[in-house]
T-cell receptor, first 110, second 116 residues
């Protein structure tokens, strides 16, 4: 089945700097790649997603890029703010399920 | 709209006890899912229901059963709880794309379960 890996596990950035999280996936048939944000004690919530027919998607300070050849996709957060501190999960569509990565802790230092 | 709701929010069980976690959604979604979340392990799929009347095993189904009671409700049952089932359980729902494939999954608030 689909296997998704996320790197790095923890990322600390100064407020105002950019944060980049990269995920790799194993199944070349995967065609949907969402990113979820989970604040401490809260439920995961979708922040952006991309489908395999698109190489990049932006929503204000957040962007996702997809490289199908290399089978990796990345989340880019620009002008980071303290409220961006959270755990971020990437996922990829497998045969019958979404396969989630193990998550990245992002800490924005004021 | 309440979205996806789960009960209870917290539960403590003794080894061998049974319980049912309840989940309901009011978004008229066809697909529903149960995940468990353990530290450093991400979200792992336990069972899912692609549509009313169907259920299928996910990545970690052992020790669990599910019931898709109707389109709105999807319950998860632990027949004989074990300490290894201590976790946070999330229910989610989504509406598959007409042409096949995935759309956003909406998550419930979670149930924090401790098995002693």
């Amino acid at each position: 089945g689909e296997n998704v890996e996320q790197h790095p596990s923890t990322l600390s950035v100064q407020e105002g700097d950019s944060a980049v999280i990269k995920c790799t996936y194993s199944d070349s048939a995967s065609n949907y790649f969402p990113w979820y944000k989970q604040e401490l004690g809260k439920r995961p919530q979708l922040i952006i997603d991309i489908r395999s027919n698109v190489g990049e998607k932006k929503d204000q300070r957040i962007a996702v890029t997809l490289n199908k050849t290399a089978k990796h996709f990345s989340l880019h957060i620009t002008e980071t703010q303290p409220e961006d501190s959270a755990v971020y999960f990437c996922a990829a569509s497998g045969r019958n399920r979404l396969a989630f990565g193990k998550g990245n802790q992002v800490v924005v230092i004021p | 709209n309440a979205g996806v709701t789960q009960t209870p929010k917290f539960q403590v069980l003794k080894t061998g006890q049974s319980m049912t976690l309840q989940c309901a959604q009011d978004m008229n979604h066809n697909s529903m899912y149960w995940y468990r979340q353990d530290p450093g392990m991400g979200l792992r799929l336990i069972y899912y229901s692609a549509s009313e009347g169907t259920t299928d095993k996910g990545e970690v189904p052992n020790g669990y059963n599910v019931s898709r009671l109707n389109k709105r409700e999807f319950s998860l049952r632990l027949e004989s709880a074990a300490p290894s089932q201590t976790s946070v359980y999330f229910c989610a729902s989504s509406e598959p794309r007409l042409a096949g494939g995935y759309n956003e999954q909406f998550f419930g608030p979670g149930t924090r379960l401790t098995v002693l």
